[in-house]
């Protein structure tokens, strides 16, 4: 165990520690629990990372901010640690620094991969990110086995199922404790609503449910808060518009990757959720996860309590149009496809 340095000024207490070397820094052994969360970043020196971990960093709920990445993590640490938040923050960099890392994490967030470009779709990305997935998701079921993992990297139909396969070979799976972040898809929605009706954006509520791909993205209009009607033309056109949003700003970006800062404020707004859940202030998100919410498919997004275990309930995707059902029976045969590819990836590797 090396520390690196601690960082601390005249009159203040010491408030960030941060690790920049190469053995990385293994601060306790205990679990830190919900009295004092670690929340571990893997992939926090990328283009969602950054920001997330700016947001992490200033989210009071968090008490160690752990950061990983395979290149440039001290420099993001060290930038990190002058924020004067009471966040700890200390940096881990390369594989033999992931298991100190994720330690005692209670809850770990994972945007690490790469990101699509024009043309692509997120399945394309499968090759390359399937991997750095499983490997993550070796080092979390021996390190930190009862940490909420909440996966960020695409295709989050498949590198879901990978990490849960992984876990299931480590005897370590726990269904309530991992989760494929559809955060963005509801706050994607909610603006788009209240941009169109002149609502308030802060006090829209918009459920998202299927998957986090193309027609698998479902946003239940229906079922919006406060009530709102749309006409068949609004609906079919802003139905699209969500579920195609992740292209739209691929596009807009042209070759230099996707969402990033709207997927930043999505993540930690899921992380600052898990983490309440665990302080026992259950709250209700949308997220990917194994559920029985409909027939015939293993994983699916909906509403779900969370709480100090994870997932508590599974609400299910509650009344639905015609229209939304139509979308609900069309994303099952897809989300089957991209989950057999996850799981049929680590069966066959
Ligand atoms: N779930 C969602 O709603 C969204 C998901 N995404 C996905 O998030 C992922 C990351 O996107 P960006 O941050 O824009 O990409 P990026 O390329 O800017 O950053 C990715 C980071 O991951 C790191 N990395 C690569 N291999 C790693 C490994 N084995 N361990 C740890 N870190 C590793 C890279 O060094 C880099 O810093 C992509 O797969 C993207 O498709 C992006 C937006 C929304
Ligand atoms: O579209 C992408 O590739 C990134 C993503 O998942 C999103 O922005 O929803």
Redo the contacts with the bound molecule.
């Keep these: 165990m090396v520390l690196f340095s601690v960082v601390e000024t005249m009159s203040l207490p010491a408030k960030s520690l941060v690790s920049a070397s190469s053995n990385g820094i293994r601060l306790a052994s205990y679990r830190y629990s919900s009295q004092a969360p670690k929340v571990a970043l893997l992939g926090a020196a990328g283009g969602i990372g950054q920001p997330l971990g700016l947001l992490l960093k200033q989210d009071p709920l968090v008490a160690h901010l752990s950061l990983y990445d395979v290149v440039n993590t001290p420099g993001v640490a060290a930038d990190l640690s002058h924020i004067d938040s009471n966040a700890k923050v200390t940096a881990h960099t390369g594989q033999a620094e992931l298991f100190a890392a994720v330690e005692n994490a209670d809850v770990i967030v994972i945007p690490a991969g790469v990101?699509?470009k024009p043309g692509m779709t997120?399945d394309d990305l499968f090759n390359t990110n399937a991997g750095i997935v499983r490997d993550l998701a070796a080092v979390i079921a021996k390190a930190a086995p009862k940490a909420l993992i909440a996966i960020i990297t695409?295709p989050v139909n498949s590198t879901v199922p990978i990490a849960s396969e992984v876990l299931k070979k480590a005897g370590v799976y726990d269904p309530k404790r991992v989760f494929g972040v559809t955060t963005?898809?509801v706050v994607r929605s909610q603006a788009f609503v209240a941009e169109l009706k002149g609502h308030d954006a802060t006090k829209t509520i918009v459920p998202v449910v299927g998957g986090?791909a193309g027609i698998t993205i479902i946003p239940l209009l229906s079922q919006v808060t406060p009530a709102t009607t749309f006409t068949e033309a609004e609906i079919s056109k802003l139905t699209p518009r969500i579920q195609d949003?992740?292209?739209e700003?691929?596009n807009a970006k042209a070759g230099a990757g996707?969402?990033t800062l709207s997927?930043a404020l999505a993540g930690a707004k899921f992380a600052n959720a898990l983490i309440r859940g665990l302080k026992g202030q259950k709250n209700v998100q949308c997220a990917y996860v194994a559920s029985n919410a409909v027939n015939g498919v293993e994983y699916f997004s909906t509403p779900l309590e969370l709480g100090p275990n994870g997932v508590e309930k599974i609400l299910g995707v509650g009344k639905v149009s015609a229209f939304e059902q139509k979308l609900i029976d069309a994303s099952v045969p897809e989300l089957n496809k991209n989950i057999a590819k996850g799981v049929s990836f680590v069966k066959g590797n």
């Design positions: 990101p699509r997120r695409n963005l898809d986090h949003a992740g292209t700003v691929v996707s969402a997927m």
